[in-house]
């Protein structure tokens, strides 16, 4: 019989630990603040930001959302954020993803001060997670370490395979795995023998954004798989929710198993408002 790991009950045991610190802060007369960017008007972002910000609350981190047109001009907008990063009243920037098309990405994130950008995606913090130093790390990926680590699974040691390296997920979990004594084997849309280095895996990590691909021929007994893909769409009229794994083939033939939904998302948010506490750190 398998584990559950359940994201939800262990990112609600999290955001309670970090709503008594943010209390003890406040009680010191210090506020944490995150300021929150969007630039456009897309509706889903719109809806996910809403969702972040009651968690924000539920903590006590103030959640300010600064709203740009479309057509802000990449220096404007870099503008704004070193207004950002010299203002002592913000502990933390956030950047909604995607921006459009018109400007660079990574010229935006690199402007945010490192210890300022609890996304965890600018040069620097990356640069601190390869040399195992302190920063923030991307937060999906940490979420991925913490669900293990909150399950008690020792990591020291273990056969971890990665589906998946993007600079999102795939890239820093594997480093964090590391990190964390595991042997880490990383895998891509080109890696051959896919199945079989699956099958070696102690501990599975999946994030290849498709829809139930793994199976229960990707697995050997007594695995534990962590699903960070999460699928959303309608067969014959009814919303289907799924992850990259085929939870119902696999799930028989693990120890722990991530659900979607309920596994690796609500993590993401969590390890985020985690950051934002820590800024306090920095000052
Ligand atoms: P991505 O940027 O599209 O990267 C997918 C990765 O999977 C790439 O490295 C790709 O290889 C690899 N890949 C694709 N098909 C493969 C195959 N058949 N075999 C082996 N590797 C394959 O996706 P992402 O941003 O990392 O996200 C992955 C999934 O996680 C998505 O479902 C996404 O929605 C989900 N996600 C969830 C959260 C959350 O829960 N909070 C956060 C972020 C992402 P190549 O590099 O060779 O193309």
Redesign the pocket.
């Known amino acids: 019989m398998y584990n559950i790991i359940d994201g939800n009950q262990i990112s609600k045991v999290i955001l309670d630990e970090l709503k008594v610190k943010c209390s003890d802060y406040l009680k010191l007369n210090k506020k944490i603040c995150m300021v929150d960017i969007l630039v456009g008007d897309d509706e889903a972002s719109k809806v996910y930001i809403e969702n972040k910000k009651k968690k924000f609350d539920y903590v006590g981190i103030e959640f300010k959302q600064l709203c740009f047109d479309s057509s802000i001009s990449e220096k404007e907008l870099i503008s704004k954020i070193e207004e950002l990063n010299n203002d002592d009243t913000v502990n933390a920037i956030f950047v909604e993803l995607p921006l459009p098309g018109t400007i660079n990405e990574k010229n935006i994130i690199d402007k945010i001060a490192s210890n300022k950008d609890v996304d965890g995606f600018s040069v620097k913090n990356l640069g601190a997670l390869l040399q195992g130093n302190t920063g923030f790390f991307p ?2 990926a940490e ?1 991925v370490v913490e669900l293990l680590k909150r399950s008690n699974i020792d990591l020291n040691g273990k056969n971890c395979v990665v ?8 890239k820093p979990v594997s480093i964090l795995l590391l990190n964390e004594n595991a042997t880490v084997t990383i ?5 051959k023998n ?1 199945k079989e280095i699956c099958k070696t895996a102690d501990i599975l990590i ?6 139930k ?1 793994i199976d229960d021929t990707y697995v050997k007994d007594g695995v534990i798989v962590i699903d ?4 959303r769409f309608y067969e014959q009229d009814k919303k289907i929710v799924c ?2 794994v085929d939870f119902d083939k696999v799930a028989n033939k693990t120890s722990y198993i991530t659900p ?1 939904p309920g ?7 969590a390890m985020l408002l985690k950051h934002c506490i820590e800024t306090i750190n920095n000052e």
């Open positions: 937060c999906t979420g589906l998946g390296r993007s600079n999102v997920v795939g895998c891509h849309s080109k890696t896919l999946v994030a290849i954004g498709k829809a691909f960070v893909g999460i699928h992850g990259d979607v596994g690796v998302g609500p993590m993401t948010v």
